[in-house]
């Protein structure tokens, strides 16, 4: 079955420490890929997308990700968190026309200020 | 702008039980989803509703019904409720599903 991984369940940085937060996939035909970022108590808010083009996505609040189709991977980059980055971080993946969004098990993020 | 608005965000209910959670939007998309939100297995789709009229299974539908009202409303009823189904339950819409979701803020559902 199709499915998305994040093999990071949990995550520990310092401020103004890098991130790359892993998500891989498992599908072979045409894909979208999104992160999403819970807050805590909040609910899921979109960071960024990849519909089709360049692999480099830009998102919000300085956040990237990067599509390498070769390697099935839509990771997740920051060059600084900050203490406010602290959330639950969720990767989806959408495949050819489907209406459905298949979600990754998430990955929580803990910034020590 | 409202967004995606789910009634009520808190709720108690003794086994076998009944319930109806309500969503709506106000953005004129076209599909409605709910998911359910558990520790460590991410969101797992239940039901969607890719056009007003339609409805579909999702991942785990046992024991949930829905209704697509109107285009702008999604209701997802528990018949008899069960503790398994203790969960955070959030809507979603979207215009296309390539551009991603729009979630509601969830509801807190807790079977005893």
């Known amino acids: 079955a199709q499915s998305v991984s994040q093999h990071n369940h949990h995550v520990i940085l310092s401020e103004a420490a890098s991130l790359e937060l892993g998500c891989n996939y498992s599908?072979?035909?045409?894909?979208?890929l999104f992160w999403y970022v819970q807050y805590p108590g909040q609910h899921l808010q979109l960071l960024l997308k990849?519909?089709?083009?360049?692999?480099l996505v830009k998102g919000i609040k300085g956040f990237e990700a990067e599509f390498i189709k070769s390697k099935f991977s839509f990771n997740l980059r920051k060059p600084s968190v900050q203490w406010s980055d602290t959330a639950e971080y969720f990767c989806?993946?959408?495949?050819?026309?489907?209406?459905?969004?298949?979600f990754g098990s998430g990955t929580r993020l803990l910034v020590r200020p | 702008n409202a967004g995606v608005t789910q009634t009520p965000k808190f709720q108690v209910l003794k086994t076998g039980q009944s319930m109806t959670l309500q969503c709506a939007q106000d953005?004129?998309?076209?599909?409605m989803y709910w998911y359910r939100q558990d520790p460590g297995m991410g969101l797992r789709l239940i039901y969607y509703?890719?056009?007003?009229?339609?409805?579909d299974k999702g991942e785990v539908p046992n024991g949930y019904n829905v209704s697509r009202l109107n285009k702008r409303e999604f209701s997802l009823r528990l018949e008899s409720a069960a503790p398994s189904q203790t969960s955070v339950y959030f809507c979603?819409?979207?215009?296309?599903?390539?551009?991603?979701?729009?979630f509601g803020s969830g509801t807190r559902l807790t079977v005893v």
């Open positions: 979603a819409s979207s215009e296309a599903p390539a551009y991603g979701y729009t």
């Open positions: 599908y072979g035909g045409t894909v979208n």
């Open positions: 990849y519909f089709s083009g360049d692999p």
């Open positions: 989806a993946l959408r495949m050819d026309s489907s209406y459905k969004l298949i």
């Open positions: 953005m004129n998309h076209n599909s």
């Open positions: 509703s890719a056009s007003e009229g339609t409805t």
